[in-house]
Every structure is written in structure tokens, then in C-alpha cells.
T-cell receptor, first 113, second 122 residues
Framework: SQQGEEDPQALSIQEGENATMNCSYK?????LQWYRQNSGRGLVHLIL?????REKHSGRLRVTLDTSKKSSSLLITASRAADTASYFC?????????????FGTGTRLTIIP | DTGVSQDPRHKITKRGQNVTFRCDPI?????LYWYRQTLGQGPEFLTY????????KSRLLSDRFSAERPKGSFSTLEIQRTEQGDSAMYLC????????????????????FGAGSRLTVL
């Protein structure tokens, strides 16, 4: 079963604009991660934020986490055509050392050149 | 190390046939995961191994599915008597123990995925 849901399901923006996608989840978490998937390929880890953190930055990526609302957002600034991909949030619920990742449904991002 | 390798990349089979997928993880990773992904959905957890021990199986993993990691290195996922509903991308991922990670900070389980094996059941 999916732990999280991304919103929107699909997003199209002009190159150079910022893209924001949101993730909501259901249970308490240890950390939340964002992954990118290019069409027909495997997923690539982008960034991780722990449950005691509120914001993380990595290059053009900014992630926020609101544990009270059980939600996270991923902001991609100054988008490029190469950012076209699907983006998934994944949550880790620590259970005696088992950090199985549960993925959301994804946001399909299209950058228009 | 070239990352996580999966073979075959594509498999087309007829309903009722058996198929087997192979995954070679990053050599120093002792955790190995199998996920299934259908079109337009996120990956769904199937099972995972720590070394050669299979520690968890999803309820999605019916009796027709079996996964092995006999020597704690590569893993195989076999689907017997395939059904059309088995058509999906099967993703393998590996990671290091929680105390030592690859890309993530210490104490977090960051997965490195292979390119996937796409199964089409006719």
C-alpha cells in the first residue's frame, strides 16, 4: 500500500520557473526522502530530511517537513528541461532497525523549453 | 562498481509461464530490496534481505512469487504461473546498514535502485 500521496499528480511549467510538489503521509516517520525517476528507469535519491528537521537544501532543491500536518514539499528552483521526470516521496518508519521505505504515488513534472 | 544491475531489462511472456529476474546489488551493500511498480504508480514494497536472510515479505508477494539471495550477494525473483496482473516493472534496490550509508547521512536507509526489469504478460 502507498503511504504517501503527492500533489499535484502532474505539473507542467516553463523552463526557468520554480516547481513545487507536495507529499502527505499517514503515520509517524523517522525520515522522509525524495526520489526522481526518469521515464522507464530506476529511481534516484535526491534528498533526505529527518523528522526533527524542518527544512533542507541541496543545490536547486529545497525540502520542507511539517510533522504536525504529516506533509512535505519539494521545491525545484530555476527548472531545466532535464528536470522532467516523476518525483516520489518515500517515508521510513523505523521498526526495530527495519527502515523499509514506502513510496507515494508520484508527481509527473514536465518542463517546457 | 557500476551500481545495481538487473537482468533482463525486458521480458515478454505468455500467461502461465515462469519468469526469473536477477539483481546484482552494489558489492558493499548488505541490504537488498524488491519493489514492483505499475504504470502511473509509485513503487510497492515486495520483500527485502539482509545478507542472505529474507527479513520481510509483503502481502503482495503471493505464493507464486519467491525471492532468494543464497550467498548474500545477488538475488533472484521468480514468478510462477504468470498472470496478466503481474505485468509491471520490478525494481531492485540495495543499501548499507543503518550505521553506514552511501549517499545519506549516518543512520538513514538510502536506497540505490537498478534500472528495473519490465515484465509483460500476454
Amino acid at each position: 500500500s502507498q503511504q504517501g500521496e503527492e500533489d499535484p499528480q502532474a505539473l507542467s511549467i516553463q523552463e526557468g520557473e520554480n516547481a513545487t510538489m507536495n507529499c502527505s503521509y499517514k503515520t509517524s516517520i523517522n525520515n522522509l526522502q525524495w526520489y526522481r525517476q526518469n521515464s522507464g528507469r530506476g529511481l534516484v535519491h535526491l534528498i533526505l530530511i529527518r523528522s526533527n528537521e524542518r527544512e533542507k537544501h541541496s543545490g536547486r532543491l529545497r525540502v520542507t517537513l511539517d510533522t504536525s500536518k504529516k506533509s512535505s514539499s519539494l521545491l525545484i528552483t530555476a527548472s531545466r528541461a532535464a528536470d522532467t521526470a516523476s518525483y516520489f516521496c518515500a517515508t521510513a518508519v523505523s521498526n526495530f532497525g527495519n527502515e523499509k521505505l514506502t513510496f507515494g504515488t508520484g508527481t509527473r513534472l514536465t518542463i517546457i523549453p | 562498481d557500476t551500481g545495481v544491475s538487473q537482468d533482463p531489462r525486458h521480458k515478454i511472456t505468455k500467461r502461465g509461464q515462469n519468469v526469473t529476474f536477477r539483481c546484482d546489488p552494489i558489492s558493499e551493500h548488505n541490504r537488498l530490496y524488491w519493489y514492483r511498480q505499475t504504470l502511473g504508480q509509485g513503487p510497492e514494497f515486495l520483500t527485502y534481505f539482509q545478507n542472505e536472510a529474507q527479513l520481510e515479505k509483503s502481502r503482495l508477494l503471493s505464493d507464486r512469487f519467491s525471492a532468494e539471495r543464497p550467498k548474500g550477494s545477488f538475488s533472484t525473483l521468480e514468478i510462477q504461473r504468470t498472470e496478466q496482473g503481474d505485468s509491471a516493472m520490478y525494481l531492485c534496490a540495495s543499501s548499507t546498514p543503518l550505521r553506514r550509508t552511501g549517499a545519506g547521512p549516518s543512520g538513514a536507509n538510502v536506497l540505490t535502485f537498478g534500472a528495473g526489469s519490465r515484465l509483460t504478460v500476454l
